[in-house]
């Protein structure tokens, strides 16, 4: 089979780049061929390069910023979509976007979505797509680089660090995380706050980095690279997330996988990753999140319950397989898909 993933044209940290980096990697250990193409939205470049990959079947990654310019490519190869956090909790619900969106899924041979929430809910709320929604379960790489995470923060032994792996953009709620960590430094805490990511909204990075800058006890390390992203958190205390919307969180995954302990907002693509109490704590708003740092910080019994990793519960070469079968499906027995 010969696949080809056409993914937003960003940078190389993000999550888009990570999962297509993944699939790609682990069809390629199963015998196939994969490649990946960005897409400006420039729709004559885009026909350019599919018909220079000449793929059997094209797997688009992100259903508005990838299906948009596949679609005016009118190019008649048979596609599959997956579906982001951006397409389900934002583009759904934009007039703009969402009638595009629904273009590209209805013409789609079929649907994937990481979160099994997500399936669920758009099983009941879209019945006419129903038929081709499917789980892909969620897989990860662990890269093995190192990254002195509290060298690099200079912090103290005994200082707490709360990292934060998320791109700079209003959705992850990054400068309101901030706000939420103050009042514990007023009880005395002497955390700090770390965040990882690349800068993705203009004017909203220029709000965090004066933050940052107006905030003694709060980093930002720029992008960290991928292979050195599980030695990060090993070196954090707690992994946060502060987002308002997500899909399914790579970061969360590395998180969970490694037995670090998470404290995350309770939304579906998180819910999907963290059950409360089991490996991590869940929070409803600010105080709900001062509530669940707190707990964690003084319970070190707690914080090592929350700690146990779980690698088997996240297979690549299951994500892979499970990928290829329906590909393969689309491609043998179209209306079986």
């Known amino acids: ?58 797997l688009l990654l992100h259903a508005w910023r990838s299906g948009r310019p596949w679609l005016e490519t009118q190019l008649s190869l048979p596609y599959a979509v997956l579906l982001t956090g951006t397409d389900v909790n934002l ?12 273009t590209v899924l209805e013409r ?53 660090v709360l990292l934060c792996p998320a791109g700079i953009r209003p959705v992850k709620g990054v400068v309101e995380l901030i706000d939420a960590c103050a009042p514990l430094r007023d009880e005395d ?10 800068l993705l909204d203009r004017t909203y990075a220029e709000r965090f980095l004066d933050r940052i800058a107006r905030t ?26 502060y987002a308002f919307s997500e899909g399914l969180p790579n970061a969360l995954v590395e998180a969970v996988a490694l037995g670090r302990p998470v404290v995350a907002r309770a939304i579906p693509g998180n819910q999907a990753v963290v059950t409360d109490g089991v490996n991590g704590l869940l929070f409803a708003d600010a105080a709900g999140f001062r509530a669940a740092v707190r707990r964690l910080l003084l319970d ?10 779980a690698p088997q519960r996240f297979s690549a070469h299951d994500e892979a397989g499970a990928l290829a079968a329906i590909c393969q499906t689309i491609l043998t027995e179209p209306s079986q898909a």
């Open 1 to 58: 089979m010969l696949l080809l993933i056409i993914i937003p044209r960003q940078e190389r940290t993000t999550g888009n780049w990570i999962t297509a980096s993944r699939l790609q990697q682990g069809l390629v250990a199963l015998g196939h061929h994969a490649g990946i193409i960005e897409t400006d939205g420039a729709a004559e470049e885009l026909r350019a390069a599919v018909t220079a990959a000449a793929p059997q079947l094209v």
């Open 91 to 102: 583009g759904l619900h934009d007039p703009q976007q969402a009638p595009g969106i629904m």
């Open 108 to 160: 789609a041979a079929a649907i994937f979505s990481q979160n099994a929430l997500t399936v669920a809910e758009l099983q009941g709320t879209h019945p006419q797509l129903a038929a081709r929604l499917h789980h892909l379960p969620p897989g990860i790489v662990l890269g093995t680089a190192p990254f002195p995470l509290r060298a690099r923060l200079g912090a103290a032994p005994a200082e707490p």
């Open 189 to 198: 805490f002497s955390l700090r706050l770390a965040f990882c990511g690349p």
């Open 216 to 241: 003694p006890w709060a980093s930002w390390l720029g992008t960290i690279p991928p292979e050195a992203m599980p030695d990060a958190m090993r070196h954090a205390d707690l992994i946060v997330s």
């Open 300 to 309: 070190p019994e707690l914080r090592a319950a929350l700690s146990v990793p």
